[in-house]
């Protein structure tokens, strides 16, 4: 019996540790607060604000729940364990080797504690240096991070795309809803660079093309951020396409601009001027979020805005076609020779290199 105690000792230490991590307490806090707001009388009064509480709680509740059963189990455990009775040591042996399995397999979480790491992601793509090659590489990547999400059975909506002059695309933004979306995606957020022999080259010359990746947390709730209107300029303009019925005839596109940090959103995808006015400012709001954890500011006020020249510099990826193949990532110095299947989308070994990085570097 006193082995059974060491052990689940053992665990119970590391779990706290795990925990405190995890700021568990702050997540247990939250869900009880949207417990209590969700019983109010008045609460499906307004419907959309309901589902989106809703879905909320039933995220943290997803989280906290296995974590809570595994601290109840390793409780019980010592306090059993305590009582001496040689007669339930076979039963506190299986219930300790099952919480220890548990751990092993919930320890994973850790690589996901930052604050923003269970949020949606919002992920825009960039053509750079490169004319048409640069946007057909904006493409692939684009490809690149669709099938990744559909492999995990992630949700992607396109926001919004501007196709490219001849071949490609000029950028996108989209969102990928999913457990972890952000924590598993952020990073990837830099300059990616490709070398291949050119397909837009009569010569079949050896081009580098560089696209530049955004990647920040959604953020949609405006709790989560105050904006101040006397702070933002909004304009709206007529949308940009290819013509058809009731394209072009109505002025539907929005452009929010965040005036002390001079971040801009434009948004022409939706029909709707107030849709695309909602979709802007859910944008803005995670691109001050995200300069926010970059510059640990806690007012807005004081945030300044992006060094655009700094981050086009930043180059985090080589992906090399020609002469040889390799998928290079420059920070972890993590690398393939399979080039066509990380572009298919199986990037997990990248991810979990870049997390495992993260982890190490703290």
Same mark, same amino acid.
């Not at 996901?112 to 750079?128: K, L, N, Q, R, T």
């Not at 007012?299 to 655009?308: M, Q, R």
């Not at 990380?342 to 495992?356: M, S, V």
């Given at each position: 019996?006193? !082995? ?9 230490? @590391?779990?706290?540790?795990? #925990? ?5 307490? @702050? ?11 969700? $019983?109010?009388?008045?609460? /499906?009064?307004?419907?959309?604000? +309901?589902?989106?509480? +809703? ?23 010592? @306090? ?6 040689? &007669?339930?040591?076979?039963?506190? @042996? ?13 320890? %994973? ?5 930052g ?6 992601? =919002? ?13 057909? /590489? ?5 490809r690149?991070? *669709?099938?990744?999400?559909?492999q ?6 396109? =926001?919004? !795309? ?14 990928? +809803? ?7 995606l952020?990073? !990837? ?11 837009? %080259?009569?010569? %079949? #010359?050896?081009? &580098?093309?560089?696209?530049? *990746?955004? $990647? ?6 405006? !709790? ?11 304009? *709206? ?21 965040? =005036?002390?940090t ?13 849709? %695309?006015?909602? *979709? ?10 995200? #300069? ?19 981050? /086009? ?13 390799? $998928?290079?990532?420059?920070r ?8 066509? &299947? =990380? ?18 570097a703290?």
């Amino acid at each position: 019996m006193h !082995e059974v105690t060491v052990q689940a000792n053992a665990l119970h230490k @590391e779990l706290a540790e795990a #925990l405190r991590k995890l700021r568990f307490d @702050e997540l247990v806090a939250q869900k009880t607060a949207l417990d209590e707001h969700m $019983v109010q009388p008045d609460f /499906w009064q307004d419907a959309t604000a +309901a589902q989106a509480t +809703a879905k909320q709680q039933a995220g943290l509740a997803a989280r906290v729940g296995p974590w809570q059963a595994l601290q109840q189990s390793v409780d019980e455990v010592l @306090e059993l364990a305590g009582l001496g009775d040689p &007669t339930i040591k076979s039963d506190l @042996e299986d219930q300790l080797a099952t919480a220890q399995t548990t751990f092993a397999e919930l320890k %994973n979480e850790l690589k996901f504690a930052g604050p923003y790491d269970d949020h949606e992601v =919002i992920m825009s793509i960039y053509a750079g240096a490169g004319g048409t090659d640069a946007q057909d /590489w904006a493409q692939m990547l684009l490809r690149m991070y *669709v099938r990744w999400a559909e492999q995990h059975k992630y949700a992607v909506q396109m =926001i919004d !795309e501007s196709a490219g002059d001849e071949a490609g695309i000029k950028s996108a933004t989209f969102s990928i +809803a999913g457990p972890f979306a952000y924590g598993k995606l952020k990073g !990837e957020h830099g300059v990616h660079r490709l070398v291949r022999l050119s397909p837009f %080259n009569s010569d %079949n #010359l050896r081009q &580098t093309s560089f696209a530049k *990746v955004d $990647v920040l947390p959604k953020v949609d709730r405006p !709790e989560d951020l105050e904006l101040d209107d006397k702070d933002l300029r909004i304009d *709206v303009y007529r949308a940009g396409g290819h013509g058809g019925q009731s394209v072009n005839t109505t002025d539907s596109a929005v452009r929010v601009t965040h =005036i002390p940090t001079g971040i801009s959103v434009a948004i022409q995808n939706e029909r709707s001027q107030l849709q %695309n006015k909602e *979709v802007a400012l859910t944008i803005l709001r995670s691109k001050l979020i995200a #300069l926010q954890m970059e510059q640990h500011q806690e007012k807005i006020a004081d945030l300044k805005g992006p060094n655009e020249q700094a981050a /086009w510099g930043n180059q985090i990826r080589s992906y090399v076609l020609h002469p040889y193949k390799q $998928v290079k990532d420059l920070r972890t110095r993590f690398e393939s020779s399979n080039p066509d &299947t =990380i572009l298919d989308g199986n990037l997990d070994e990248f991810i979990n290199a870049y997390l495992d990085y993260s982890i190490g570097a703290e």
